[in-house]
């Protein structure tokens, strides 16, 4: 085989590829597609992260052959003939951040792409693109990999770490790499929830709805990752609660609520559970209740579904009003300051870096609720 020297010797221009990493979602919403994709999901030990001998009966003997069947039912509720409002969401997300980029770095110093965990483009697909820009000549520089949640949790951001790592142990080309775990602080996360929250809230006003309450609600955790592993999920969504609600214009912060969804087994979940926060308030007479769930920039069966139809319901059972409040999706704004933050997370000084987010004191952290275990 000739070697080309004149490939070997070609300097590409400084570039960063960006990849957003999502989770992803089932190819159609099937009992097999969903079999496919809860074995891959729920066997990551990252995620369920007992015994992986006891999980492995568990899941082959009690999940996968019941489980698969019901979601399949929930996923078919979100389904619009094509794909899943996660996918579409990224896919149109991405889309939008390089328009964006093409107007802050005209250069194209920076590239972004998306990848998902359990769905394609997956993150082998997008290292495959990188290679091939190699041979081009025209391949990245570097590589930088942002999660798309929010907050920092084992089950989520070093989940997806593994899933990259794995993928290097593969190959030979690895191009210097960072890892953003978490943006909950930054402005442009922050700044366009809060913008998020206030106009729904301003608009429910506006119809005659009086609004008695907010509940930020979180994607739920076994709390022994909080008190025994010292998972920095809880305190990250503390700190998400407390700056949107901080910031907010059109209802106060005493009425906003914190609150933990989507538990799964028997074990302890992080409190107070959304669903509970819900029937007392309706129970006191507290009837109309916004709520926002900011552990997703990109609606998804949690949301859409677990939130936006059977709470909704549940809450009607019980007298009261559920008025859900959208993720951030595409919004115009969010994929503006959003390309503000890659491009500076990718290219910026550290002195741009130190100014991208919200500074926390310790007296910020002297109300917050602890976690405590309660079952011995």
């Known amino acids: 085989k000739i070697i080309n020297m004149n490939q070997i010797y070609t300097h590409p221009k400084r570039k960063t590829k960006v990849v957003f990493v999502q989770l992803g979602s089932p190819s159609e919403p099937t009992t097999k597609a969903l079999r496919k994709y809860l074995r891959k999901f729920l066997g990551d030990p990252r995620v369920i992260d007992i015994n992986p001998w006891l999980w492995k009966i568990i899941l082959n003997f009690f999940v996968l052959p019941f489980r698969p069947k019901k979601s399949a039912k929930l996923y078919a509720r979100i389904w619009d003939g094509k794909s899943f409002p996660l996918i579409t969401n990224t896919r149109d997300f991405t889309n939008n951040v390089r328009e964006e980029l093409k107007k802050i770095d005209p250069n194209g110093h920076v590239e972004v792409n998306h990848a998902f965990l359990l769905s394609p483009p997956y993150v082998n697909e997008v290292y495959d693109s990188w290679e091939d820009d190699l041979k081009k000549g025209i391949g990245a520089t570097k590589l930088l990999v942002i999660p798309m949640f929010p907050q920092y949790s084992e089950s989520t951001i070093a989940s997806g770490i593994d899933a990259l790592a794995k993928e290097l142990s593969k190959r030979v080309k690895i191009p210097t790499f960072e890892v953003i775990t978490n943006f909950h602080r930054t402005h442009a996360f922050i700044d366009n929830s809060v913008r ?170 002297e109300k917050m609720p602890q976690q405590v275990m309660n079952k011995s």
Request: hydrophobic share 30%; proline share 2%.
């Open 196 to 365: 998020q929250v206030d106009s729904k809230i301003n608009e429910l006003q506006q119809d005659g709805k009086k609004i008695d309450n907010l509940i930020i609600t979180f994607h739920g955790m076994q709390k022994r990752r909080i008190v025994n592993k010292g998972d920095d999920y809880y305190r990250h969504c503390y700190e998400t609660f407390c700056l949107i609600t901080n910031n907010l214009k059109h209802i106060k912060p005493e009425q906003c609520m914190m609150s933990f969804q989507s538990r799964f087994g028997s074990e302890e979940w992080i409190t107070p559970y959304t669903e509970d926060v819900v029937k007392k308030l309706i129970t006191d007479g507290k009837k109309e209740i916004a709520i926002y769930s900011p552990s997703f920039v990109a609606d998804c069966l949690e949301t859409t579904d677990e939130l936006g139809h059977e709470l909704v319901n549940e809450a009607k059972d019980w007298g009261g009003n559920i008025y859900p409040i959208e993720c951030l999706n595409t919004k115009e704004d969010w994929c503006k300051d959003f390309a503000k933050y890659t491009f500076i997370q990718a290219e910026g000084s550290a002195q741009d870096k130190e100014d991208i987010e919200y500074k926390l004191d310790k007296k910020f952290y």
